[in-house]
């Protein structure tokens, strides 16, 4: 009874792995979805497998299982019954009428845990709109319960009637939502339309759920993040600026963690959180180096990016939790196969000065332009403008001007074109205004 001393009103799960696919991996699923089933506040008090050649239409996994899940359950006095796959609004119907459980499957799993984390208003409806695209074709079950518990009346009558009002309301209720959305979604995209316009670099932090992104935010920008060893502890963005080595500051932004075969339903009203993600000038992808699958998760964040609509962003990759490795693992090789990777520990400040050298390194890249400007040697008020705007790089004098070297960010050079341009006495105070992208070798 250890389980329920832990947390008397936790629930009792049993647990169904459904192998099915090449790409099945039962170590995985088994720890992936216990530690979605704690986060959602029930313990795995046992656990059914079955390999699914075929899947049968009325229960996804076989007839006969369906029994010993039943048996299994009486036994263990399970709650409820979790299955490590995506089933059809029919198949848990009939497994649930079959078993007299709840049946939930791993995207009504997942959706409830969102549901119970989501904190600020705009991820309530976020989510309340996921739920409830997902519940609408489910509602006929659900109103089959309740009319087996009041006497089993058949599918006609005055249930059905109350079958279209719950579905009219529901639906009724999605339109609402998809109102508020669209409000919340113009509100992000005038967030990043100012700041566009500001010309500021942001950082979003993506990775898998549970790597620590939340925790790097904090370390690097001394923010309050909200952390914890579960999953989807984060539904909103949290942006904080970062003050790079050079001084200059950057925006930080810290939101949802992904995870394999994320709901469709969930990254569509999530648009919004994940605009910050989309309109990031570099991802920095956390990864952890202390997780047996991190190359698989790495895997799944690159494709739900991709999923997402993020295309063509800079990625830099760190492995986070690098204090955690167990010490029978190979750093070297980790590393290797993941050039240019950066191990750090949120946790202990390993490798942060590092990483912050080179987001440095990468915003350089990204934003400073290299400016030559022909100035007449007669006008000295351009020059002390010039050593105004950025970091004066070299002056050579040739024949009626001075040609002066000049690094400084994007958007003071387009300010300091048309400075030059204005100020000087038109036709020879300026000659050339050459933007080209800093090289590496240069910073
Ligand atoms: N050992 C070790 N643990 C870490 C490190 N960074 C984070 N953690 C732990 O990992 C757990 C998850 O950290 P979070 O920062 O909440 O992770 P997240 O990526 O924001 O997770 P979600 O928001 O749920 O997607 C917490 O228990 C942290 O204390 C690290 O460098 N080393
Ligand atoms: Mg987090």
């Not at 799993?109 to 549901?115: H, K, R, T, V, Y």
């Not at 993040?225 to 790079?244: K, P, W």
């Not at 986070?320 to 990777?341: C, F, M, S, T, V």
């Amino acid at each position: 009874m250890a389980t329920v001393a832990r947390a008397p009103h936790r629930e009792r799960a049993l647990l169904v792995c459904a192998e099915r696919g090449p790409d099945y991996d039962p170590e995985e699923s088994l720890a992936e979805m216990k530690a979605l089933a704690d986060t959602a506040g029930a313990d795995v008090i046992g656990v059914v497998r079955q390999k699914v050649q075929e899947i049968h239409p009325a229960f996804f996994i076989g007839k006969g299982k369906v029994q010993e899940i039943s048996i299994k359950a009486k036994e263990a006095k399970a709650d409820l019954i979790l299955v490590d796959q995506d089933l059809s609004p029919a198949q848990v119907r009939n497994l649930e009428q079959a078993l007299d459980l709840r049946v939930v499957d791993r995207t009504e799993l997942i959706l409830d845990i969102f549901a119970k984390r989501a904190r600020t208003l705009q991820a309530k409806t976020q989510v309340e709109l996921a739920q409830l695209q997902y519940l609408l074709p489910r509602l006929r079950r659900m109103w089959r319960h309740l009319s087996r518990l009041g006497g089993g009346i058949g599918t006609r009558g005055p249930g059905e009637t109350q079958l279209e009002v719950d579905q009219r309301r529901a639906k009724k209720r999605i339109a609402d939502l998809l109102k508020q959305i669209r409000h919340i979604q113009g509100q992000a995209s005038r967030i990043v339309r100012a700041r566009k316009e500001k010309d500021l670099f942001t950082i979003a932090l993506v990775g898998y759920t549970n790597v620590g992104k939340s925790t790097l935010l904090n370390a690097l920008t001394k923010a309050n993040a909200y952390v914890e060893d579960r999953l989807f502890a984060t539904l909103d963005a949290t942006t904080r600026i970062l003050t790079l080595p050079n001084g200059h500051k950057v925006l930080l932004t810290d939101t949802i963690g992904f995870i394999r075969r994320l709901p469709p339903h969930l990254i569509a009203s999530f648009h919004a959180t994940l605009e910050e993600v989309r309109t990031a000038d570099l991802l920095l992808h956390v990864a952890d180096a202390s997780h047996p699958k991190m190359d698989h998760q790495i895997a799944v964040v690159e494709e739900t990016l991709t999923q997402v609509g993020v295309t063509n962003t800079p990625v830099l990759l760190v492995f986070n939790k690098w204090d955690a490795i167990p010490p029978e693992w190979d750093k070297e090789a980790i590393l290797n196969r993941y050039p240019g990777a950066l191990p750090i520990s949120a946790l202990t400040g390993q490798g942060l000065d590092r990483l912050k050298d080179a987001l440095l390194h990468h915003y350089r890249h990204q934003r400073l332009v290299r400016i030559t400007a022909h100035i007449p040697r007669d006008q000295p008020s351009l020059l002390s403008q010039l050593y105004r705007y950025g970091t004066v790089h070299q002056i050579t004098e040739e024949a009626d001007t001075l040609k002066v070297e000049l690094i400084t960010d994007r958007p003071t050079a387009q300010k300091l074109s048309h400075q030059i341009l204005q100020d000087g006495d038109g036709t020879t105070s300026f000659s050339e205004v050459s933007l080209t992208h800093l090289s590496e070798s240069s910073d």
